[in-house]
C-alpha cells in the first residue's frame, strides 16, 4: 500500500525526516510513534502529498507521489482519507452537510439516492445517526471526531489517515475512538495509518509500528515486540526504572512475548532450582487484547549463571540489568 524507501524531507536548511524506509501493507494498522518535534506528522503528510519531499521514494497505491501530476495526486488523495486532531469540521454546517463535504469537492450531487444511502450507512457505522442535524458546537469532542471519521470515509478511500486523532479526547473517549477504528479496518478492509505520541493508542490497536526520534527511525516491528524490549529509545519514551532496583545482588529482566509467554515460568524457576529470589517489578501491557509485558528479578550473584541457563531452557528472553 505504502512504501517508502530512504525518505528525506527538509524545511529550508533543516533536516526533519533522515533517511527513513519502511513499508505498509494493506490491512494493516500502521502506528509512526514518537515525541513532539520526531517528525511524525510531516512523514504523513509526504503521504497524500501535502508536504513534498527533496529524495528517496514514497510509492502509494503503486504510484510514486513525487511524480505525479496535480490531477493525478487528487485522485490519489480522494483514495486517502485523512482525520486530524482539532476535527476540521465547519461550524455552520449540520453533520449530515460536513460528512458530504468532500463529495461536493468532487461535484457529486449529496443529496443524490446513492449518497444519502451513502451517508446513513456511515452516521450507522460511527453511532451517530440521531445527531444527523446536529450542529458541531452542539457536539462532544469525541462525537466531532466520529463526524470527522465518517466524512473522511464517504469517498470510499483504501486508506486512512489520522494525524494525532485521539490527542484532544480523555482516556475513555480515545478507547471508544480506537475501537470504532479497528473496526472500520475489519469491516471495511481499509488500512490504517496512525500518527501519536499516546503509547496506549499504538498497544491497543497497531499490528506494526516505527519509532521516530528526530526525524529518524530507531526501532520498527510489532508493538509486542519492541515495548517489552531493552530498545533504550524507547525505554527513554516510556519510562525507565532501572534506578530504583537493589545495588546488591543480579537484577535480571524477563521479557514475555507471544513466542513465550507462560504464566507458570516464575514459580517453576524457583521450584526447580530452590533458590530465592525476589520480583522487583512487573509491567503487564495489553496489546490487542493479548496480555504481554516483562518481570525484573533479583538472585543472588551465587545463582545467576545456573538461572539463566535455566531461563534458556524455558525459551524465555532475558537481560543483565
Known sequence: MIKVTNLIKNFDELEVIKDVSFEIEKGDIFGIIGQSGAGKSTLLRCFNGLEDYQSGSIVALGKEVKSLSKKDLQLMQKDMGMIFQNFNLLNRLDVYDNIALPLRFWKQDPKSEENKKRIHELLNLVGLEEKIHSKPRELSGGQKQRVAIARALVMNPQILLCDEATSALDPKITQDILALLQKINQELNITIVIVTHQMEVVKQIC???????????????????????????????????????????????????????????????????????????????????????????????????KVLDYLKTCNVEWEVL
Open 207 to 305: 499490528n506494526k509500528m516505527v519509532f521516530l526520534k528526530q526525524g529518524k527511525i530507531v526501532a520498527q516491528g510489532k508493538p509486542e515486540d519492541l515495548f517489552v524490549s531493552s530498545n533504550e529509545d524507547i525505554l527513554d519514551f516510556t519510562g525507565n526504572d532501572a534506578d530504583i532496583l537493589p545495588d546488591s545482588g543480579i537484577n535480571i529482566k524477563l521479557f514475555f512475548t507471544n513466542s513465550n509467554s507462560k504464566s507458570h515460568t516464575i514459580t517453576s524457576l524457583a521450584r526447580d532450582l530452590d533458590i530465592d529470589f525476589d520480583i522487583c517489578q512487573g509491567k503487564l501491557e495489553n496489546f490487542r487484547g493479548r496480555i504481554l509485558g516483562s518481570l525484573i528479578i533479583n538472585v543472588e550473584e551465587k545463582d545467576e549463571q
